[in-house]
């Protein structure tokens, strides 16, 4: 008898906004990017500890993004969200919703030929800046454990365990 595969771990991470950060040079995500972002996050969550996300195949993830689009993880921020592209073809983006509330940083994934360029970073620098601009005080996610790239980021990105209270 096979069991289901185990749900990772995540802990929820919190930054206080608005913090002074550059400003970057990205786009907004619009409705007909989800078939590029569902390739895209398909391609990047593939073997990583994030891979569940993205569902069993580039339909699975397409529709991880549409739901994100239509609200089902909450209200889609798309003045918050932003996408990085190469040369017309999208390489990283990160998606936000509002969660209970509070901003959620839903998705952020780049690329397996552009990681490591700071592209990430930059991407979550632009959510921080645009949702302290809409005058938001704080931005959480959920990062898998056995994630210690994307952990790392957030955490030099001034995220901190959550605090309950």
């Known amino acids: 008898m096979t069991h289901p595969p185990e749900e ?3 802990f929820r991470l919190d930054v206080t906004l608005p913090r002074e950060l550059p400003a ?3 786009r907004h995500p619009v409705p007909a990017d989800l078939p590029a972002l569902g390739r895209l996050m398909w391609d ?3 073997g990583t500890p994030d891979e569940p996300d993205a569902g069993d195949s580039v339909a699975a993830a397409t529709e991880e993004i549409r739901l994100a689009f239509t609200g089902e993880h909450g209200p889609f921020q798309p003045a918050a969200s932003f996408v990085a592209e190469d040369e017309g073809r ?3 983006a990160a998606l936000v919703t509002v969660w209970q509330e509070v901003p959620l940083l839903a998705y952020v994934f780049t690329a397996p030929s552009h990681v490591g360029r700071g592209l990430g970073r930059r991407l979550v620098e632009a959510s921080m800046r645009a949702l302290g601009e809409q ?3 704080l931005l959480s996610l ?4 056995d994630n210690v790239r994307a952990r790392r980021l957030y955490e030099s990105l001034g995220f901190t365990p959550h605090q309950d209270g």
């Open 8 to 10: 990772p771990k995540r």
């Open 24 to 26: 970057h040079a990205f």
């Open 44 to 46: 990047a969550y593939r």
């Open 90 to 92: 999208a390489v990283a």
């Open 135 to 137: 005058g938001h005080s």
């Open 142 to 145: 959920a990062v898998t454990e």
